[in-house]
């Protein structure tokens, strides 16, 4: 009988992208600042873009930063045409609770046109 599975993984450092972690940085920064961004980071699979992200959704959650994130799915799958978009804003809702979701709705449609609401 085998005994219990040791594991001693630990987090790798965060190396090989410093110009896209300051580019997405800088966008948050900006975003902060109150000028609103939308990023998509994209590459073949296997690049480290979910690597990227999670070093990245780690310092916004440090600095009590909401951040929404959505997917892709691979080309020619069956998917909606917004699915990214929708999948964000799904997450968002979640973060944020009823309330603040209202509050976030109501403050965006006085920014926004009219047309898309």
């Not at 580019?23 to 480290?48: C, M, N, Y």
């Not at 310092?59 to 069956?78: K, M, Q, S, T, Y």
Request: aromatic share 6%; glycine share 12%.
């Amino acid at each position: 009988m085998l005994g219990p599975v040791q594991s001693s993984h630990k987090n790798a450092d965060f190396v090989g992208r410093g110009a896209e972690l300051t580019a997405l940085d800088e966008a948050l920064s900006r975003a902060a600042a109150g000028e609103p961004r939308a990023l998509v980071v994209g590459g073949e699979a296997g690049v480290g873009k979910t690597r990227l992200l999670t070093e990245f959704l780690g310092r916004a959650a440090a600095d009590g930063i909401v951040v929404a994130l959505g997917g892709c799915v691979e080309p020619g799958a069956d998917a909606l045409p917004y699915h990214p978009v929708s999948t964000a804003l799904r997450a968002l809702r979640r973060q944020l609770g009823a309330e603040a979701w209202t509050e976030a709705v109501a403050a965006a449609r006085s920014v926004w046109s009219p047309r898309c609401f």
